[in-house]
């Protein structure tokens, strides 16, 4: 059980659906966590959700009970009791965390107002973890939050080198506000819950039992793999040798498992991080993304994204920080 549950919001302008919500699921999970999420809107990995509630038993579990032909009053009843089931348990406390994404919806059709969401700030168990997650989500929502992050996305900013969709996708997650790991976390839990093969290498960590790293086991498709040595340190001091040798290890890894061809799905967890502070050399990283085999898709997160390997995105996302507790 947390000692003090947040309420946090993710929000956007774009259409994109933001996948930080189901990560701090996953992460929560392997804390033995309860998580309840309901998906008021639909996106390209629906299918993946109920699989996901499956293999990640009974510490998470999620609701996606919407389709494209559904009619408005049966959407409408199903948003009602659902939401209800929210309330309750949100005042139970009956779990950890507790998720509403794809708001924007309801909201607009007026089944669920900010009025609604505000009481479920006000009403919930001191420890459950309250997040919302929408596009263009009220304001008067925003200011019972604790921490308010806004992603924005660019696609193809810069023309990619490889635009054909079949030659497989590059996303850069960058910015200084919350959600960059988890948003590849969330995104990871659904591709293995298809059966899709996914790697996250972790460049900047030090190997412990984190939470997603304990998740993951329960996941026949998702491989995590640390190999950082922890807190770089500030104050323009030099990086010590460590952090460098672990990061060229850690780069040849990366390398070695794209070259594989087993993987649908690759990430490459604070490479930007690593970029910025001359671990790794961005041009090497924008060279690698030129050479990617076709059909696989990359995840690159970590704030202070390096120029050339935005310039290799097929989208970039910043997660804009609003509020931090």
């Known amino acids: 059980m947390l000692e003090r549950g947040l309420v946090q919001i993710y929000t956007t302008t774009s259409e994109s659906f933001n996948f930080a919500p189901l ?8 804390h033995s966590l309860r998580s309840f999420i309901i998906c008021f809107s639909s996106h390209d990995l629906d299918k993946a959700c109920t699989q996901v509630s499956s293999l990640l038993s009974p510490f998470l579990d999620i609701k996606h009970p919407f389709t494209h032909e559904e009619k408005a009053t049966e959407e409408e009843h199903l948003i009602q009791a659902l939401f209800s089931e929210v309330k309750t348990a949100m005042s139970h406390g009956t779990y950890d965390l507790v998720v509403l994404t794809g708001l924007q919806a309801p909201l607009e059709q007026g089944v669920i107002t900010s009025k609604d969401l505000i009481q479920l700030c006000l009403e919930k168990a001191p420890h459950v973890e309250l997040v919302f997650s929408g596009s263009i989500l009220p304001s008067d929502l925003l200011d019972h939050a604790d921490l308010v992050t806004e992603m924005a996305v660019s696609h193809r900013i810069v023309k990619a080198t490889k635009p054909d969709p079949e030659t497989g996708t590059v996303e850069v997650v960058t910015g200084d506000g919350k959600g960059k790991t988890t948003y590849c976390l969330g995104k990871a839990l659904l591709y293995s819950a298809l059966g899709i093969s996914t790697f996250m290498l972790q460049l900047i960590k030090s190997p ?4 997603e790293i304990v998740a993951a086991e329960r996941l ?4 995590i793999k640390t190999m950082g040595k922890g807190f770089l340190g500030m104050g323009g001091k030099p990086i010590e040798k460590k952090h460098i040798e672990a990061a060229n290890k850690a780069w040849d890894v990366g390398l070695r498992e794209m070259r594989s061809l087993r993987h649908g799905l690759i990430i490459l967890d604070e490479i930007n991080v690593a970029t910025y502070y001359g ?14 085999p076709a059909g696989l898709d990359f995840l690159l997160s970590g704030r202070n994204a390096h120029p050339d390997v935005m310039k290799e995105a097929t989208t970039v996302i910043e997660m804009r920080e609003v509020k931090h507790p």
Do not use: W
């Open 220 to 223: 026949p498709h998702f491989t």
């Open 208 to 211: 412990m039992r984190y939470g």
């Open 279 to 292: 671990l790794i050399k961005g041009d090497k990283v924008a060279e690698m993304l030129h050479e990617r």
């Open 23 to 30: 990560g701090l699921c996953l992460r929560a999970s392997g």
